[in-house]
């Protein structure tokens, strides 16, 4: 018979798996079901998570002595990797049907959480294709597909930058939104296009907040008011950080010109 994780380790487990599903977009009543799952399958029978888009507090009793037990993690970096958080999914049904030997549980979540990010190649091209069609979509022509194209992989090639360099995310958005301006008013002045505003919409759609958004209302619907709320707010800011961006540069250009 597979010898039991202790108390401490299976505690380990479920904060990691919870920490690698925050840090890569997914709602926060998910990351409270997974860790209790997983630390009742690993033996531990009462638990009680409370997670906020910024850290997760676990506490549960220990059954060696009977007494409480509480953690803290601070997340301060996040990012968009739903592949990891499918995986991590799927590893806590693993481990409640006791398919995972409990001894690799750990290795296996380092494995998720250190495996690449998408290709930047392929994210920028297929967002930059996204970006153009939603450009024709909200009016433009077939003049304005190849501007807002080039345009958002411009704005990609930005953002994908300021991320590795560990910009804040609000600094970040209003970089992409400046330059999507600045390249918009570019291919205006070349000719290219039919219309500035059309390429820039297209291209800022990338950038617009989808999935801060869709977990607020998925938060505030289960019940996860605090949750719910932050993660309104950062999408609000987000959109003002685009806005700005955008603003910045249309400014600048009709006080020049």
Sequence with gaps: MEERLSFKDAIIVALYAGEIMLRNGAETYRV??????ILKALGVNYTESFVTPTGIFLSCDNPEDKNPYSVIKRIKNRSLNLQKVSEVNNFSRKIVAGEIPLKEAMSILRQIDKAPGYNRVLRAFSASLLAASFSMLLGGTKFDFLPAFITSLAVQGTVLNFEKNSFSYFLTNIAG?????????LFSEFGWGNSIDKTIIGSIMTLVPGVAITNAVRDSISGDLMSGTARAAEAFLVAIAIASGVGIALKFWI???
């Design 32 to 37: 409270e079901e997974t860790m209790c799952y």
């Design 177 to 185: 939104g400046f330059v999507a301006a600045v390249m918009a008013i």
């Design 255 to 257: 006080d020049i010109f």
